[in-house]
Structures are given as C-alpha cells and as structure tokens.
C-alpha cells in the first residue's frame, strides 16, 4: 500500500531545500571518483562542445566525483560577463517582444471602441471618391481634426448601434437616389464641357448606383479604415470634385435625411429630406475647406484661412468658435 | 583516404587557423590536429565524415595560437599574453576576491611557456589544449583545477571539527534524541540522494553543494533556469518521498518521522550536503565510474 508522505504541502518541500542549503563554503576535501576529467574536456563542456556521448559519461562522473563538481563550478563561475551578456539580451527582448505587443494591443483596444460605439456618419458613395489625378480641382485640404469621443456606457451603445442600423437602411436609398443624381450630372457635365472627366469617376458612381440596388440595406463597407478613425461624432465632407465645381457634403450622424452641402467652396446648402430639396443658408466671410453636421440646425465649418464657424440656428448666422487643444484620442 | 584529400583538408584547415600569421610550420599545425584526433578518438579510426566534422568544429585559431607558443614563437607568445592575460587574472579575482588566486595564474604562465631549468626541450602546458574549447575557457579551466586542488589540500591539513576547542563539547543539537534522529535521517538523505539519476544529482550538487544560481546551473547542464527550478522541486520530492520511504523501513512511526523533520529543521548542524554527496558517491558502484 503506498503510504501518504508525513510531511505535506510547502512545509514539506521547504525544510529539504533550507537542509540542503546549509552546507559549508568550502569546496569538499573528500577523494575524487578516480580518473577525473581532464581540463581539455572540463573546458569543452564548458564551451558546450563536447558530443552527447561524451557529455553522458561526463555526466555520470561528475555526479560521482566531488573534485570535478567543484572545478566544474568554478569553471562556470568565472565566466566572462560579455558571455552572458548575450542571453541576457535575449531573455530581454523575449520580454520586450510580448510587451510591446500587448502595448499594441491595449493601445488598438482603447482606440478601436471608441470608433466602434460610435455610430459614424456614412459618407455617400460619391463623397468616398478621391479626386482623379485628371481633375482640375486641386487636392482636398485636410479635414478637421477629429473630436474626442465621450466614453458611453453598454445601455447607450447598444441604443446607439440599433439606431445606426436603422439609419442604414435609410442610407443606402439614399445614397442610391444621391448617387443617381451625381451620375445624371456627371453625364451631362461631359456631355456640356470640354474639360476632361475621369472615366474611373464615372464608372465608380455606376457602379455604386448599381451596387446600392442589389443590396439596399447592406451595412457600409469597411473601405475607408483609416478614414473611420477620422470620423467621429460629427460627419466630416471631403471635397470631390467635377468638372467645374466642388461638392462638400456631409451627412448628420442622427438624422439620416439631414444633409449640408457646399457648392464651390463659398455657398452653403441644406437639405432635410435625404439631398431631394436644398435650401441655401448663409455664409462664413471666407472659403470653406470643410464641414461637419451635427444634425438639421448645427454644424462647423472650416474656411481655408484655418478658421473655424458654427452655426445653431440652421445656418442663419455663423459665429466663429475659439480653438481648444486637441485631445490625445 | 587517400593522401591528396588529407594533405587538401590539412591545407585548408591551416588556411582557416590563419597559422601563417605565427609562421607555424604546416608539419606543427598537422601534428597538433592529429594530437587532437587521437584524444578525441581513443578506439580507433573514425570515418573520414566524422573525422571531418570533428576537425572542422575545432578551434582552429586558437589551436594554431597555442601550438606557435608551445614551438616558442615570440610574436604568438606577445599576442597570448596580450590577449589571455586579463581573462587569467579577471579568472583568478573571481575564484578568490582577495587575490589569492593571482599567484597561481602568475605561475601558470611558467608551465604554459615551459621553462626548462635544465635546458632541455620545451614541454609547454599548451601541448594538451586540443582544440575542443576556446584557448580562454581551457585556461580557465587549468586555473580552476589548480585553484580546487590547492584549497582541497589546504581543507585537508585543516583540524578537524572535534579538535577545535571551541567546539568541543559543544554539540550543535543539545537534544540527545534529536541529535539521533538528526543521524538517521541524515543516513536516509543520503542513501536518496546516492539513488537519484545522474544528471538529477548533478543538478542538485551544482545548485545545492555548489551553490551555483539556477542560471549558471541552466548553462552548465544546456537546460533553461525555469527548467532547473522545476527539476530541482521535482528532485526534492523525490528524495523526500525516498527518505520518508527509508525511515518508515526502519521502523520509525509518523510521529517519529515527524519529529525527525522537526529536528532537521531546527538545527541541522552536520547535515553538510557537500559530506551527503561524497558519501552518497561513495555508495555508487565504482565500476560505473568512467572517464573520457
């Protein structure tokens, strides 16, 4: 039968180790085993070159022999510190690596969510265009720094992602009904003007006509990653560019059918049902680069002078907002 | 073999050593690696495959360098001293912070140039580096032999404990029962630890007798510090279950083992692990004993 160890646990294993601990300092005077190793393959089990033949039978005598234990010690004592450095280098970046990464990882996760919670304006397929290198439009100024997203709790985020996909749906009629427009104008701009017109342009609004019917409701694509990250609270216009004018265009993030527009950079539009009907409101003393919608009565523009309006009252008037520091997300 | 791919391999191998910066005759150089292959290869003849693997993972540098001192060339003679000086004496610090080492690596050199009183031929300490480890690991080594050596002789001219007058009469446990179960269970300890696998004993001695850290353990024994720690926890209850096994044999009851721990616990004074692992060594059959 086999017998329960008297001594159990930690304590049990704890007074071996403190027993064999205690021993003298000085190496043993006993006799060695007989037929000790030489230096030659002292050091060569050292340098770790000894084969595994050789490193067995060495193995065996030095778990016999006192003298070859000590030498073999004070042999690996006296290791040069440029020896080890190496290991410890290696030990060092076998942490650095998994640390980094989780650095990363922590730094994408508080970054991610907060994009993800909220539900981002979905720009219209035409707004996704870049300027074709054959435009006469100069390149789009950069948009406007994003906002500092509020941290939401679960109830508000899951009110808010059932409301972005309703309002989905509603984007993509109207994407589809915008995007028709743009090509019907588009059309009829290379017809009307001499200046060139980029045929990728063209052929991207087709195809996102014809990609908005076959699948109405489905959910935006994720194109634009590194655009997302820019996207926050508000919904930022790029300027796209036709043959002779600028569109900025931005959708509110609320109301899916409230849309402001500026047409060549000086005049403010405004639609509340999906871009069917625009009603011009007034404008900022000075060319507008961009803007963001907040919803039908409030949105900020951004002049080229670096300036930046905003308007409560649907556009009325435009009073200039004072720059605060840029939040770290 | 034939004698065109010998001399071919030989050419190159002196090529690699780059044994011509000492003016090392070819004819030296081959008989150092001949020296080498005899040493490494006591039995017979190894196939040419082997013996080429084997030459190639020499140190060939360093066995060129070795070989032009152990001839007498002085610029090689200049460059060991230049260069495996401050290991020696970095070496000999360590083995003895108080500096009682260095006169022992100053008399190495003496063996390594091997001086001759009577004028005869050289017989240079040099002759039995064979290339296996670098030139500075097997210095270290000598100096590490010569270093034991000396402090074992000098341990054995020590008294002995019970002629110390300080610790006569004095015994560290007061308790005579405790002292007895203190000698039984040091009997049982060692008979565990004579029973443990080679490379587990090797473990503990290093670690335990040694008191090498887990790292320093690690890299003599190719295995990584947390590896040690593990192995050494699983060594220790295996011994413990092997020394709980032997005290139940001899008839002491829970109670007594118990006490036994006890008494180990609160004073160990002639448990000396160094002693357990001579006696323990002692216990192994000679016959296995080998050496390479």
């Known amino acids: ?329 | 073999m034939s004698a065109s791919p010998i001399q071919a391999l030989l050419e190159r191998l002196y090529r690699e050593a780059k044994a011509d910066r000492w003016r090392l005759p070819q004819v030296a150089f081959a008989n150092a690696l001949e020296s080498s292959c005899r040493k490494a290869y006591p039995d017979g003849d190894p196939s040419s495959r082997d013996l080429s693997r084997y030459l190639s993972s020499l140190h060939l540098e360093d066995l060129a360098l070795a070989c032009a001192c152990a001839e007498g060339h002085a610029a090689a003679w200049d460059h060991f001293i230049l260069e495996m000086r401050p290991v020696l004496y970095r070496s000999a610090d360590t083995l003895d912070p108080s500096g009682g080492a260095r006169d022992l690596a100053d008399s190495l050199y003496g063996d390594l140039y091997g001086v001759d009183e009577r004028g005869a031929a050289r017989q240079s300490l040099l002759r039995y580096f064979h290339g296996r480890s670098s030139l500075a690991t097997w210095l270290r080594a000598v100096l590490a032999q010569r270093y034991v050596d000396r402090v074992r002789s000098a341990r054995r001219l020590d008294p002995l404990p019970d002629e110390l007058p300080e610790a006569a009469g004095a015994s560290p446990i007061s308790d005579s029962e405790c002292a007895h179960l203190v000698d039984v269970l040091r009997g049982a300890l060692g008979g565990a630890v004579a029973r443990l696998a080679p490379r587990d004993r090797l473990r503990l001695g290093c670690y335990y007798a040694e008191q090498l850290t887990l790292a320093q353990t690690g890299r003599l024994l190719k295995e990584h510090e947390a590896t040690v720690s593990r192995q050494l926890a699983r060594t220790r209850k295996v011994i413990r279950a092997d020394v709980e096994r032997a005290l139940h044999e001899q008839g002491l009851t829970d109670a007594r083992i118990a006490r036994c721990f006890e008494c180990a616990n609160e004073d160990a004074g002639p448990m000396d692990l160094a002693e357990i692992f001579v006696e323990s060594a002692a216990r192994k059959n000679s016959s296995q004993d080998r050496s390479i």
């Open chain 1, 1 to 329: 039968m086999k017998r329960e160890p008297v001594t159990l646990g930690r304590e049990a294993d704890n007074w071996l180790h403190r027993l064999l601990r205690q021993r003298s300092a000085k190496p043993g005077a006993a006799a060695p085993a007989g037929n000790c190793l030489d230096a030659d393959v002292l050091a060569a089990w050292a340098d770790g070159t000894l084969s595994a033949k050789e490193l067995a039978i060495a193995e065996t005598h030095v778990a016999n022999c006192p003298r070859c234990l000590t030498i073999l010690a004070a042999i690996e004592r006296t290791v040069p510190p440029a020896s080890v450095q190496p290991q410890k280098q290696h030990l060092l970046i076998r942490w650095l690596v998994p640390l980094t990464v989780a650095a990363t990882a922590v730094a994408i996760w508080v970054a991610i969510p907060e994009q993800q919670v909220i539900p981002v304006a979905r720009e219209t397929a035409a707004t996704r265009e870049t300027p074709s290198t054959s435009s006469p439009i100069p390149a789009p100024s950069p948009a406007p720094p994003p906002v500092a997203a509020p941290r939401l709790d679960a109830k508000q985020v899951e009110g808010r992602q059932e409301k972005a996909q309703s309002q989905r749906a509603a984007n993509a009629r109207a994407d589809e009904e915008a995007a028709t427009d743009r090509l019907a104008r588009l059309e009829s701009a290379l017809a009307d003007s001499a200046a060139p017109v980029s045929e990728p342009l063209l052929e991207r609004d087709r195809a996102a006509v014809g990609n908005s019917a076959a699948t109405p409701a489905a959910p935006p694509a994720p194109q634009a990653s590194a655009g997302a990250l820019s996207e926050t609270i508000g919904a930022t216009a790029q300027r796209r560019a036709f043959s002779k004018e600028s569109v900025f265009e931005a959708v509110s993030p609320t109301e899916p059918l409230v849309r402001w527009r500026v047409l060549s950079g000086t005049e403010i539009e405004r639609s509340t049902d999906g871009g069917k009907s625009w009603a011009r409101t007034s404008k900022p003393p000075a060319p507008i680069s961009g803007i963001r919608v907040v919803d039908a009565l409030s949105a900020t523009v951004t002049t080229s002078d670096g300036r930046s309006f905003s308007t409560a009252d649907g556009g009325a008037t435009w009073t200039p907002v004072q720059e605060k520091p840029a939040a770290p997300f």
